[in-house]
């Protein structure tokens, strides 16, 4: 079965500055994506940033990048000036090709951006 | 509606009741998914739809946690005999046909926010 792990289960970036957060994931599978999807305290989880296993660029959006390593097994967002608005939870979450392709996540790290 | 809609957005129960949780897809999704998000965790998987279909119930804890989605569109949770352990965040999530070439990502709604009693 697929697993994803972060390793942090808190990080905190001063406004402004670069923050890193980590993700692991396990599977067999060669065709795949995966995400990083943020859950502010509403509840919502929104997209920030996918990635599919088939391309080697690492993904950008804006100022949210990450790191694919594909032999690895890993997948690191970057978040780049970080903004008060960013504090929220971050999953990482990993969804195969084919099956019943579910979304399997992370448990979670809390970012804090502090002023 | 132009997201995916849940509705109760919050419910308390007591142990022993039944519950049901609505879930109302982005129109044209054929592809409907349950989690439930314990305090401090990530999403668990629950039950995924396809069409009218459940494709996949593994995630499912026991026989007290029913799912239904009769005309392909709104889905139904239904948990009986809820125990204080079921109280949770319940996360429905929908996505567009044909995964292949697609964007891969589930939208998700707001959330049900259970507890038990």
């Known amino acids: 079965a697929q697993t994803v792990t972060q390793s942090q289960p808190e990080m905190s970036v001063q406004e402004a500055e670069t923050v890193t957060l980590s993700c692991t994931y396990d599977t067999s599978e060669s065709d795949y994506y995966l995400f990083w999807y943020k859950q502010p305290p509403s509840r919502q989880m929104i997209l920030v940033i996918r990635?599919?296993?088939?391309?080697?660029q690492n993904a950008t959006e804006n100022r949210f990048s990450v790191n694919f390593q594909k032999a690895a097994k890993s997948f690191s967002l970057k978040i780049s000036d970080s903004q008060l608005g960013d504090a929220a939870m971050y999953f990482c979450a990993y969804r195969a090709q084919g099956g019943s392709e579910k979304l399997v996540f992370g448990k979670g790290t809390k970012l804090t951006v502090n002023p | 509606g132009a997201g995916v809609s849940q509705t109760p957005s919050n419910k308390v129960t007591e142990k022993g009741k039944y519950v049901e949780l609505r879930c109302d897809p982005i129109?044209?999704?054929?592809?409907l998914y349950w989690y439930r998000q314990s305090l401090g965790q990530g999403p668990e998987f629950l039950i995924y739809f396809q069409g009218t279909g459940a494709a996949d119930d593994s995630g499912l804890p026991n026989d007290r946690f029913f799912a239904v989605r009769p005309e392909g569109s709104v889905s139904t949770l239904k948990i009986q005999r809820t125990e204080r352990g079921d109280s949770a965040v319940y996360l429905c999530a929908s996505s567009p046909p044909g995964l292949a070439g697609g964007s891969g990502e589930l939208f998700f709604g707001e959330g049900s926010r259970l507890t038990v009693l």
């Open positions: 990635q599919e296993a088939y391309k080697q």
């Open positions: 129109s044209g999704h054929t592809a």
